[in-house]
């Protein structure tokens, strides 16, 4: 699994990081401090799978063999710990120098005046690198005050080659628009396996359909400048039916075992198809491998068989320096070394990764096409150059929105309301989200 384990909980983090208003970092002993002219900065990197430990450490261990003057202590820090101890650290004025920081998360922290602008402290190529639809998510108003990591783009679609084949489809031409796949999942839905699985509960689908709500609308259901929801446009009404047409044919689990961000009912055999993270990738090759044989991936299908129209969010990971760091130039350097520098050194994390994460760099693009581990891959080709180019930015409004539209969503697929009654309930709620927590005009700018 990822980093984002439940991927809920990179959303819920951004809500609790946001809504702690965290008052300006320090740094305290041991961060940013210079002994016998060698500069000391700590980095503090939230646990992630064991692969991403090892790397890390691996390639701490060779920025400090490779400095004289500057060294970088590296702490890991649970998940489930780490807004508790970041809080305290930044209380007591003892905060890391640099850390991991998702996406979500960057817009508060630098509204808070926590981060580092690393304008002037990385140099202006390394920017220039970032892929074009990934720039926007490490800045605002303007300014830059992150380096991005990598991306995990949200939907993928998963199939598998053999069942295909049986039951008569073409392997080779997967659903390319929603009717499509629906046609699909019942023709692969047997006695014993289920043409489909997808998110089919608020809270999943609340996060795992805003690529899909981007699909139908070309916008998220609440207005650009978050002053009012806007989900009762009819175009959400087709979303909102693509679901419960699913669900309601019988061609997906109904009482599903895990929620969306786990890949076991597909690798285990229990579905014919997955709509699933590009994370899902890593989970096969690790916990069902005979299934790598038999599965093909595709972008997931667009409403109208449109494939420049995203369908997925991309969600990811950077480092950030922080703002009060007595070596902020020391930090931005380690950064700098480690995301913007030489690109074999991203390229070794995405092979450890399994090639189950994307890289944001145009340059570590090039250098991956030259590599045969990454070009012999069965999966990272189709992820690279069909879903990341296209995807959106996950939103950075209230979970309660999110969550708001999730439960309409899952209120017509489950037929406890109608499909018009439920997005009416949903952006009476959103406004009431949008009034409670005064957004309207708050909404980040880039």
């Given at each position: ?212 709500q981007y699909n139908a609308c070309g916008h998220l259901p609440v207005a650009d400048d978050w002053s009012k929801a806007n989900a009762t446009d009819a175009c959400y009404e087709q979303l909102l039916q693509f679901y419960k047409d699913l669900y309601q044919g019988g061609y997906m689990p109904k009482t599903p075992k895990v929620g969306y961000a786990d890949g076991s009912p597909y690798g285990s055999g229990e579905v014919a198809m997955m709509a699933g993270g590009s994370w899902v990738v890593g989970q096969l090759k690790q916990t069902f491998p005979a299934m790598i044989a038999k599965t093909a991936v595709a972008p997931f299908p667009s409403m109208d068989g449109d494939a420049t129209k ?137």
């Amino acid at each position: 699994m990822p980093n984002r384990r439940n991927a809920i909980a990179m959303v819920i983090s951004a809500v609790m990081t946001a809504s702690l208003a965290l008052t300006g970092c320090s740094s305290g002993d041991g961060d940013g401090s210079s002994k016998n002219g060698t500069t000391t900065i700590t980095f503090w990197q939230q646990k992630f799978e064991d692969y991403q430990q090892a790397w890390f450490k691996k390639q701490v261990d060779a920025f400090n063999a490779a400095q004289t003057k500057v060294k970088v202590n590296l702490q890991v820090v649970p998940a489930d710990t780490w807004a508790q101890k970041l809080k305290a650290a930044q209380a007591a004025g003892s905060a890391p120098d640099v850390q991991t920081t998702n996406y979500g998360n960057i817009n508060a922290a630098a509204a808070n005046g926590e981060l580092a602008e690393l304008d002037g402290l990385l140099p202006a190529s390394a920017f220039d690198d970032i892929k074009a639809n990934v720039k926007s998510f490490v800045s605002a108003n303007g300014k830059h005050y992150a380096y991005p990591m990598l991306v995990e783009p949200s939907t993928v679609l998963y199939y598998r080659t053999d069942l295909a084949q049986a039951a008569g489809l073409d392997p080779k031409s997967p659903p390319k628009t929603w009717a499509e796949l629906i046609t699909w999942a019942q023709k692969l839905t047997t006695s014993k396996v289920k043409g489909m699985t997808i998110a089919s509960a608020a809270a999943d689908l609340g996060w795992s359909s805003w690529g899909l709500q981007y699909n139908a609308c070309g916008h998220l259901p609440v207005a650009d400048d978050w002053s009012k929801a806007n989900a009762t446009d009819a175009c959400y009404e087709q979303l909102l039916q693509f679901y419960k047409d699913l669900y309601q044919g019988g061609y997906m689990p109904k009482t599903p075992k895990v929620g969306y961000a786990d890949g076991s009912p597909y690798g285990s055999g229990e579905v014919a198809m997955m709509a699933g993270g590009s994370w899902v990738v890593g989970q096969l090759k690790q916990t069902f491998p005979a299934m790598i044989a038999k599965t093909a991936v595709a972008p997931f299908p667009s409403m109208d068989g449109d494939a420049t129209k995203p369908t997925a969010t991309l969600g990811g990971w950077t480092l950030t320096v922080d703002a009060k760091s007595k070596s902020k130039q020391s930090a931005a350097d380690f950064v700098n070394w480690l995301l913007a520098g030489d690109p074999s050194i991203m390229t070794d994390f995405f092979k450890a990764s399994g090639y189950s994460k994307y890289t944001v760099r145009t340059s570590v693009d090039q250098a991956l096409a030259g590599n045969a581990d990454a070009t012999s891959d069965p999966f990272m080709k189709v992820i690279s150059d069909q879903v990341v180019p296209y995807g959106k930015q996950e939103p950075a409004y209230p979970w309660d929105i999110a969550l708001a539209f999730g439960t309409a969503i899952e209120s017509a697929m489950k037929n406890t309301a109608s499909v018009p009654d439920a997005l009416k309930k949903a952006d009476s709620q959103i406004n009431d989200v949008i009034k409670k927590q005064s957004l309207a005009g708050t909404q980040p700018q880039h």
